[in-house]
């Protein structure tokens, strides 16, 4: 999708709005390939990951499961793993931490 985004083929805010109504299986189904496979190959070849996490659901700083997912795979590759914003308030907080995320506090200018 963040190529289609960057290609002009549909804005940020598109993707947001659609991704919110019915979260992205959507775009999972255009895709025609297991997203989960692809997004772990790309972890793999990267030197880090950064997690947009932003309010969602009425929860501030929301991780959700894939990207819970994601992170977990980021974290057993050794990956640094950045967090735009602190972590949230969920169940699973205690694995967020375990993660040893760097908290960016919204500064992007703090990626090393």
């Given at each position: 999708?963040t190529?289609?985004?960057?290609?002009g083929?549909?804005?940020?805010?598109?993707y947001l709005?659609i991704?919110?109504k019915a979260?992205?299986a959507?775009?999972r189904?255009q895709a025609?390939?297991?997203?989960i496979?692809r997004?772990?190959?790309?972890?793999?070849e990267?030197?880090?990951i950064?997690?947009?996490n932003g309010?969602?659901?009425g929860?501030?700083n929301?991780i959700?499961g894939?990207t819970?997912?994601?992170m977990g795979?980021?974290?057993?590759?050794?990956?640094?793993?950045?967090l735009l914003?602190?972590i949230?308030?969920?169940?699973y907080?205690?694995?967020?931490?375990?993660?040893k995320?760097i908290?960016?506090?919204?500064?992007l200018?703090k990626?090393?």
């Open positions: 999708m190529k289609k985004i960057l290609a083929e549909i804005s940020l805010e598109e709005a991704k919110g979260g992205d959507v775009f189904e025609g390939q297991d997203l496979k997004y772990y190959n790309m972890i793999k990267a030197d880090a950064l997690i947009v309010d969602k659901k929860i501030k929301y959700g894939n819970f997912l994601e795979f980021a974290y057993t590759m050794d990956k640094k793993i950045f914003n602190p949230p308030d969920m169940a907080r205690d694995e967020l931490e375990a993660m995320p908290i960016l506090d919204n500064d200018s990626i090393n």
